[in-house]
């Protein structure tokens, strides 16, 4: 389970400062998909690396499974398995190299590797790239790569920024299926998107992020009733207050 409460985060600029995230809570509960859904710039990135612990808030807190992000930081790494908005991969190796490096660096032992590597690789449909040199990957694969190194370590917590980003319809769907898959396992996983429709069909629970503020968080029928709409869409407009706001 990760919980979020009253998260600020601000950047300066010449002109003064500007508030990213402006008093986010949420909780995300384990077996479920919790979506973070909102208009380009609304700090739904922002959010999920003060989650994942690549940026400190300047208020607030965060635990993951009962620990307490600030006080220890590398306790939340290690039961967090986290799909960065950066896909890189290290090109000059395979894909079961990558993997097997960031089992190296969570202490796993060479036996436990490849039977992880196994398991992911089945789970993401990766056998026919598994030795192949991670330069010149597709998009697709190198997502797929770069998702089962980050629970190569079998992390009950999982955070992935846009993972359907750039993929092609077929990767797309098969990538769904993995997420509902590692929700049936009874993961906690929390994803960001600004496409509607995968929201809908994904998330148990959907947080409503603009301005980087919370505005709505619900299930999509919860949205629907609570905003007297038919679709999520229309909701959505109705929740970040202007239609400008999509495409901000």
């Known amino acids: 389970m ?8 601000g950047f300066k600029t010449k002109s003064g400062t500007v508030k ?29 690396r003060m989650l994942y612990t690549l ?35 290290y090109k000059r190796l395979t894909a079961r190299e990558n993997i097997a490096y960031f089992g190296e660096l969570h202490g796993l032992g060479a036996a436990t590797i490849a039977e992880r ?30 998702i089962a190194r980050a629970l190569v370590h079998d992390p009950r917590n999982v955070i992935l920024d846009e993972p359907t980003n750039g993929l092609d319809v077929m990767t797309t769907r098969a990538m769904r299926g993995f997420l509902k898959h590692l929700r049936d396992e009874g993961r906690c996983v929390i994803f960001s998107s600004h496409i509607m429709q995968e929201v809908a069909a994904l998330c148990d629970r959907i947080v409503i992020i603009a301005k980087g503020k919370v505005v709505a968080a619900g299930s999509a029928d919860e949205l629907r009733e609570q905003f007297h709409e038919t679709n999520l869409e229309d909701a959505f407009v109705k929740a970040i207050g202007s239609e400008e706001g999509l495409h901000a």
């Open 2 to 9: 990760i919980t979020a409460e009253n998260l600020h985060k």
């Open 20 to 48: 990213a995230v402006d008093g986010v809570d949420f909780t995300a509960l384990d077996g479920q998909i919790t979506g973070l859904l909102g208009p380009n710039g609304a700090g739904k990135t922002t959010t999920l």
């Open 55 to 89: 940026m400190q808030p300047d208020a607030g807190s965060i635990t993951v499974d009962g620990i307490d992000a600030a006080a220890d930081p590398a306790a939340v790494r290690q039961v967090l398995g986290v799909l960065p908005d950066a896909r890189g991969v």
């Open 117 to 146: 590597t196994r398991v992911l690789s089945a789970a993401l449909d990766m056998e026919e790239i598994l030795d192949r040199q991670t330069d010149g990957f597709s998009q697709g694969q190198r997502t797929k790569t770069a």
